[in-house]
């Protein structure tokens, strides 16, 4: 019994830690203005990040002093421990929170610039944990917006490889795939995200672990699909796994929200730091031989 309790009074304490965290998130009152205007007609997707520190609330900075910059049309990944600062550098690129000090650009213009609805509109993000509503397969992807057609949406379907599979469905596209795309496969259900990302015709692409909810199989045809969606857009990609992200024009190696290393996946294995330590210690316990 006494053990027990121990046991139960140590989740006690994880759990107040992580409540903790969750408080401090949700007690910022930092609040997103949209005074910006700036809203051109195209959007090369350039992206700099100039000596930006971020914190969700004034006694914890969770970014600190970051510097880099990304080429219109380049793909960029982000690798790090849980924690790193990640999903925070996602987060204020969309500007879902503003920094508290340093400047990020987009196009050589401060983010604050952009109209706030323009801006999000051109960065689409990916996530994990795909959410769909119980609705068609069309409603979905559009989010009801009338100025997306079926036209669009089956370009974009084929684009991705996903039309085939959806044409099989009673309904086609618009087949009902419950709340959370309870009918449809984890790959399936990323297909239709990438669709939805895909028809707004986005300048900038962000893949927060995109595949790493699904088997080996599905992995192949996603990557495919990635790949397709890259095609001409700034990309921003976040994955556990290194093996997706070993063709990155720049990888940024992230660690308690300060950059540690940059460089190409060759460039970072030739430093033998931090990056070629996660390379190691990931294909070394899965069996696998990679260059």
Partial sequence: PIRELADKFNTLQMGMVGAERVFK???????????????????????????????????????????FDVKGGQTIALVGATGAG??????????????????????GVLIQDYELNYL????????????????????????????ITMDRVVDAAKKVGAHDFIQRLPGQYNYNVME???????????????????VYDPSILVLDEATSSVDTESELMIQSAIEKLME?????????????????????????????????HQQLL??????????????????????
């Fill in 232 to 264: 001409g857009r700034t990309s921003v990609v976040i994955a556990h796994r290194l093996s997706t992200i070993q063709k990155a024009d720049k990888i940024i190696v992230l660690e308690k929200g300060e950059i540690m290393e940059i460089g190409t």
């Fill in 180 to 198: 959370r795309g309870a009918t449809l496969s984890a790959g399936q259900a990323q297909l239709i995200s990438f669709i939805r990302a895909l």
């Fill in 120 to 147: 999000r509109n051109k960065i689409a993000t990916v996530l994990q944990d795909v959410f769909l509503f119980s609705d068609t397969i069309y409603n979905n992807i559009t989010l009801n917006n009338p100025e």
């Fill in 270 to 291: 030739k430093k033998n730091g931090y990056y070629k330590t996660l390379y190691d210690l990931q294909f070394s316990s899965e069996g696998i031989a990679m260059d």
């Fill in 86 to 107: 990640k999903s925070s550098t996602i987060n204020i690129l969309n500007r879902f929170y503003d920094i508290k000090s340093g400047q990020i650009k987009i196009d």
């Fill in 25 to 67: 998130v949700l007690d910022t009152d930092d609040t997103t203005e949209n005074t910006g205007t700036y809203a051109p007609a195209k959007m090369e997707g350039s992206i700099q990040f100039e000596n930006v520190w971020f914190a969700y609330n004034d006694d914890n900075f969770v970014l600190k002093d970051l510097t």
